[in-house]
């Protein structure tokens, strides 16, 4: 099976402009999750969306958003970036079910930097 | 809430040294926990798991016990390798669901170098 992919890997903006970011997830996984890493913050969650709805977010502001398209690939924007938007963007699938078994696989990440 | 904790490194062994990390956790449910690496210029890769009090997760030589009364997950391996070197992350699932679906609370990580 094909593992969670990303894209871009890479990515230079300026302040003030957006970008969107895209995550294909395992094949049958139909939960996609997003996190920013940073040095400072570590490893945080961003938002959750499962069957196209947005199950749960995490503390960040508006500029942060997503959406999930019926085939399960996600893609989250982020609009008037900042410098501090400046980081790793990881996105995980699992099948999103409730209970212990549940798994999340993460993709490669796509490395955001801002100028 | 959840959350959880693990050793700050960085963690610098010798080939062949015994590794623990060490990992506690605090949680509202009954949590299941993982163990994830990440190689430079990478994302997360699952290593190991447990489910449940006193499962024990393995892969490629790692260990860590799911410790209920202890609320701990230490990772462990008996011999590294230069291989090994990369950061560590600690993670929990509320299983319970809720609030808490599709989200992983994780450590701060912990950066292990091996030299031969």
């Known amino acids: 099976k094909a593992g969670v992919t990303q894209t871009p890997r890479y990515l230079i903006k300026t302040r003030g402009q957006q970008v969107t970011l895209s995550c294909s997830p395992i094949s049958g996984h139909r939960s996609v999750s997003w996190y920013q890493q940073t040095p400072g913050q570590g490893l945080q969650f961003l938002f959750e969306?499962?069957?196209?709805?947005?199950?749960n977010k995490g503390n960040f502001p508006g500029r942060f958003s997503g959406r999930q398209f019926s085939n399960s690939r996600s893609e989250m924007n982020v609009s008037t970036l900042e410098l501090g938007d400046s980081a790793l963007y990881l996105c995980?699938?699992?099948?999103?079910?409730?209970?212990?078994?549940?798994?999340?696989?993460f993709g490669p990440g796509t490395r955001l930097t801002v100028l | 809430g959840n959350s959880v904790t693990q050793m700050e490194g960085p963690v610098t062994l010798s080939e062949e040294a015994f590794l623990t990390i060490n990992c506690t956790y605090t949680a509202t449910g009954y949590p299941s926990l993982f163990w994830y690496v990440q190689y430079p210029g990478e994302g997360l890769q699952l290593l190991l798991k447990a489910t449940k009090a006193d499962d024990k997760g393995s892969n490629k030589g790692f260990e860590a016990t799911y410790r209920k009364e202890t609320t701990s997950f230490h990772l462990e391996k008996g011999s590294v390798q230069v291989s090994d070197s990369a950061v560590y992350f600690c993670a929990l699932s509320d299983r319970e669901g809720g609030s808490t679906l599709g989200r992983l609370y994780f450590g701060r990580g912990t950066q292990l170098t091996v030299w031969p």
């Open positions: 969306y499962f069957s196209e709805t947005q199950r």
């Open positions: 995980a699938s699992s099948l999103g079910l409730a209970g212990p078994t549940d798994t999340q696989y």
